[in-house]
């Protein structure tokens, strides 16, 4: 069973930048697993931010980026704002059709 | 615009059945394929199912054989006929147009509970 890893949370100072990070249990993720990112706010639907490991959807400000670093997918937000403090989710293509969701990361801003 | 508008969800009997359906709006549907996602009550996003363009279909093995997903094209609607429920089940399920290897827009979410 393939597991996705996520710091459960982290925090940031407001203007800062943080690094949330998406790996496997066992293996290394790469751009073969596509990863995407997904912001939620509480009460709210799930919005995509990054896919393809680092294709901004739509709408998405550029101080969200996304990247390979070592083993792991990451997201990275630079110039951290009070909006941001959310639940950031990444997903693993791993399979033809099947994805594999992140536990998920709680971003404090503060 | 593009919108995707959940429905069908409520609760259910321990032992159940359910179907939601997923109105798609603003896009070519049948040109897409479209996936279901959950999330238990305080819970991380699950993904369910997903449904390719030519009706290929695939299930994460927490629901294989209980629940099914479908396509009307002609009616630009999704489906998730969802049996056996259990507890488990009970979930916010949102439906998805997908992107290719992602998912690309989300609904607002249908709230299915299980419970006696």
Redesign the interface.
Request: hydrophobic share 20%; aromatic share 24%; no cysteine.
């Given at each position: 069973?393939t597991v996705v890893t996520q710091e459960p949370s982290f925090s940031v100072s407001p203007g800062g930048t943080v690094t949330l990070t998406c790996g496997l249990s066992s293996g290394s993720v790469s751009t073969s697993y596509?990863p995407?990112w997904?912001q939620?706010t509480p009460g709210q639907?799930?919005?995509?931010l990054i896919?393809?490991t680092n294709t901004r959807?739509s709408g998405v400000p550029d101080r969200f980026s996304g990247s390979i670093l070592g083993n792991k997918a990451a997201l990275t937000i630079t110039g951290a704002q009070a909006d941001d403090e959310s639940?950031y989710?990444c997903?693993l293509?791993i399979a033809?059709?099947?994805?594999?969701?992140?536990?998920?990361t709680k971003l404090t801003v503060l | 615009e593009v919108q995707v508008v959940e429905s069908g969800g409520g609760l259910a009997q321990p032992g159940g059945s359910l179907r939601l359906s997923c109105a798609a709006s603003g896009f070519t549907f049948a040109s897409f394929a479209m996936s279901w996602v959950r999330q238990a009550p305080g819970k991380g996003l699950e993904w369910v199912s997903t449904i390719g363009r030519g009706g290929d279909t695939y299930y994460a093995d927490s629901v294989k054989g209980r629940f099914t997903i479908s396509r009307d094209n002609s009616k630009n609607t999704l489906y998730l006929q969802m049996h056996s429920l259990g507890a488990e089940d009970t979930a916010i399920y949102y439906c998805v147009k997908r992107g290719i290897y992602y998912f690309h827009f989300w609904g607002q979410g249908t709230l299915v509970t299980v419970s006696s």
């Open positions: 069973q596509y995407s997904y939620q639907a799930p919005r995509t896919y393809n959807s639940d989710y997903v293509y033809t059709g099947i994805s594999v969701f992140g536990g998920g | -």
